[in-house]
């Protein structure tokens, strides 16, 4: 999959970012010039958590944006990862707190929890509980309200963090504003945490995935813009000493929202090696710098390693990006033994898909349905080969709800990944396998009358979509047998949320084929109208597959099921 070449402009600023914190905390202008140092590291290098957050929330929270907001989503999967490194981390830097006496402090059991929570265990590491508990409340927040409503609320979270950052010196001129930051640092050294700071840049990164760039030329102006208005504030607050902290700034949001949609026009090589790359350096360099430290004073060279603050950066950098690829060397060859065949076999073939093309057959696929018609994404046989969960996964950033599936291990294999949305499961499935489709949240197609009872016997509540056969005699109950299709929306434990028939010879346009398929619609749309009559209300409907939409673009559907050549792109 060619999925990186969307996104290479933020994993390369990824280990840009990484490096900027590392200034953050060796200040290598400090030496040189204040003022300087100060707008390197409290003005510039204050972009690279926002835009953390913003990638976090860029490949989270599409789904949560969207109209569609069925079941957990990516959050759980998201918050499981992130926080298994976080006590990868911790348990790594534990000797560290250790010997800087930290467990000895008094009042450890809340401090331990404050730190947990909202501070971080170790210094750098506050970023990683602040991306799980905004992801908590921006997740919660858009599964309940209105997106304009939900981001007005998390830039108030924002304004008010910022007043107990940067803006803290007017807030305190304020007794009631004194009295409530005072009250909140109780709970919380800083208001840069996963309360106040998080959301709206989350926010903002789900926005920019679902709703797409601007111009090239707008965000680059932009940026210079807002940077350079970002640098006056930062200078003009340090200036009157208004700064309890310095991480939250007014024009910080205009400044990343500029910068991250610039990032996203910056094609070609990416991937997870960066990702990891700059997730290790960011990890590992407060070690970095101890050892240094102790290096320096065992050798005797601190003023040359620690008092030179150019030195000790570059020296800082230089290690922690030696250290880091020989962490990933070494993973590398842990993980590179695989069955012979395997190789053999990805060696002699592969398929490269550009999903740019894809992102532009759906946007022609949806100009050519009728209103209210919605896209089903055929992802069966791993997307026929292409990779179900790559495709998957960028269809439902573009805004793609709707999926089906051969059987019930691709529907679990989808939802498993982050996959959100409707998954219609086409195949069979077992009546034992009743409790993974309620876990999974997965519809499954009912094709006869006996299937629909057995499944209704497991007395739990499943989504269903019942399959009419109009003439194919593959799978499907007969358009005939309207008692037995009323006896399934009488199945108490069965929700129908849609019906369907497949049309066999859409594809030709041969006089013999175009009747035949105008017979299949004449019957499904007769059994429709018979089921009416006896006041059953009808389910979503969806008729056309890949070539029902080219030759019938009329039928008016609730679904349009398409697959296959997701690779060519139409114009």
């Not at 990683?128 to 905004?134: D, I, N, S």
């Not at 922690?320 to 695989?338: D, E, Y």
Request: charged letters at 15%; a positive charge.
């Amino acid at each position: 999959m060619k999925e990186k070449r969307e996104y290479a402009g933020i994993d390369y600023f990824r280990v840009i970012a990484a490096f900027l914190v590392i200034t953050i905390y060796t200040s290598p202008l400090s030496s040189v010039n204040e003022i300087a140092d100060f707008i390197l590291t409290r003005v510039i290098a204050r972009t690279v958590v926002p835009f953390f957050f913003m990638a976090s929330g860029f490949f989270l929270l599409p789904g949560y944006i969207s109209e569609k907001k069925t079941g957990p989503g990516k959050l759980p999967a998201f918050l499981k990862k992130t926080a298994i490194l976080y006590g990868i981390a911790s348990l790594m830097y534990l000797p560290v707190n250790i010997y800087a006496g930290y467990f000895k402090s008094p009042h450890l059991l809340p401090n331990l929890l404050k730190d947990l929570v909202f501070d971080g265990t170790f210094y750098h590491l506050w970023y990683l509980p602040a991306v799980m508990l905004g992801a908590i409340i921006t997740c919660f927040m858009l599964g309940r309200l209105k997106i304009n409503h939900a981001f007005a609320i998390a830039l108030g979270l924002y304004v008010i963090g910022l007043f107990g950052d940067s803006y803290y010196g007017i807030a305190t001129k304020v007794p009631f504003l004194k009295s409530f930051y005072d009250a909140v640092f109780v709970l919380t050294d800083y208001t840069r945490n996963g309360l106040f700071f998080a959301p709206v840049f989350l926010m903002l990164g789900g926005l920019i995935a679902k709703y797409r760039k601007r111009r090239l030329k707008t965000c680059i102006i932009g940026f210079a813009v807002s940077s350079t208005l970002l640098m006056i504030e930062g200078l003009t607050l340090h200036g009157f000493q208004v700064q309890r902290h310095d991480s939250m700034y007014f024009m910080l949001l205009p400044c990343m929202v500029f910068l991250f949609q610039s990032l996203m026009f910056w094609e070609g090589r990416g991937g997870q090696i960066l990702r990891n790359l700059s997730m290790m350096i960011y990890l590992i360099h407060p070690l970095i710098i101890v050892f240094i430290r102790g290096v320096a004073k065992v050798i005797s060279l601190q003023r040359l390693l620690i008092d030179n603050s150019v030195v000790n950066f570059l020296a800082v950098a230089l290690c922690s990006f030696i250290a880091t690829m020989a962490i990933a060397s070494a993973l590398r060859r842990k993980n590179k033994k695989q069955p012979v065949l395997e190789q053999v076999c990805m060696d002699r073939a592969w398929a490269e898909i550009h999903l740019a093309n894809l992102g532009h057959n759906v946007k022609v696929l949806r100009d050519m349905l009728p209103n209210g018609c919605e896209l089903m994404a055929v992802v069966k046989a791993n997307a026929y080969g292409h990779g179900d969960v790559e495709i998957a996964c960028y269809l439902n950033r573009i805004g793609v709800a709707s999926f089906a599936v051969a059987t019930i291990e691709e529907g679990i294999r989808l939802r498993t990944h982050g996959i959100e949305g409707d998954i219609l499961i086409l195949g069979y499935t077992d009546p034992q396998r009743v409790p993974e489709l309620v876990r999974y949240r997965l519809s499954q197609t009912v094709t006869e009358y006996k299937h629909a009872k057995q499944l209704n016997a497991s007395k739990q509540q499943i989504s269903v979509h019942i399959k009419i056969d109009t003439g194919m005699h593959r799978l499907g109950e007969s358009c005939n047998n309207a008692a037995e299709i009323e006896s399934i929306f009488q199945c108490h434990n069965l929700k129908v949320c849609g019906i369907y028939t497949h049309l066999c010879v859409a594809d030709s346009t041969q006089e013999d084929d175009v009747a035949f398929t105008e017979e299949q619609l004449s019957h499904f749309y007769t059994l429709l109208e018979q089921l009416k009559q006896h006041q059953i209300a009808l389910p979503k409907i969806h008729i056309q597959s890949s070539y029902g939409i080219l030759n019938y673009p009329e039928l008016q559907c609730s679904y349009a099921r398409r697959g296959r050549r997701v690779g060519r792109c139409w114009n």
